[in-house]
């Protein structure tokens, strides 16, 4: 139960409320993004400054993104979430002008525990239906 405080707490102060500040609280020295398909950052281990610049890439174009994490199952080291994310794409995303839609997706996380710290994740979700509610494809 510790464990899975730690996500629900993590994502809800980082993610949700985007109290960057609190990245050490939650984070371990090094994070690593193990799988997360069309992340820039995949195979990455990351600093907390460089996952603080991960997340400005996703809160530019999203201010108001919202994860509601749905079930959350903990066994050992690893959480596993399931969660529906929600935003609207007011910000320039690469090359893309900013679209002022909405977008709705789901997707799983599970989250690596390494000493009472968040040391990294696997994820998965449809990136492409993202895509296509912005009218990119």
């Known amino acids: 139960m510790v464990n899975e405080t730690l996500i629900r707490e993590f994502m809800q102060r980082i993610w949700n409320e985007k109290k960057l500040e609190d990245i050490p609280k939650y984070l371990a020295t090094e994070y690593t993004i193990h799988l997360d398909n069309a992340d820039p950052w995949e195979g990455k281990t990351l600093n907390h400054d460089e996952f603080a610049t991960r997340l ?33 794409n007011t910000g320039q995303i690469g090359e893309w002008p900013a679209t002022n839609r909405k977008i709705e997706a789901q997707g799983m996380t599970f989250y690596h525990i390494q000493d009472g710290k968040i040391a990294g994740h696997t994820q998965a979700y449809d990136r492409t239906s993202i895509m296509k509610q912005l009218g990119f494809i």
């Open 56 to 88: 400005h890439h996703t809160f530019g174009p999203f201010p108001d993104i919202h994860f509601d994490i749905r079930t959350a199952i903990s066994d050992g080291n690893v959480v596993a979430i399931t969660w529906i994310m929600t935003g609207t």
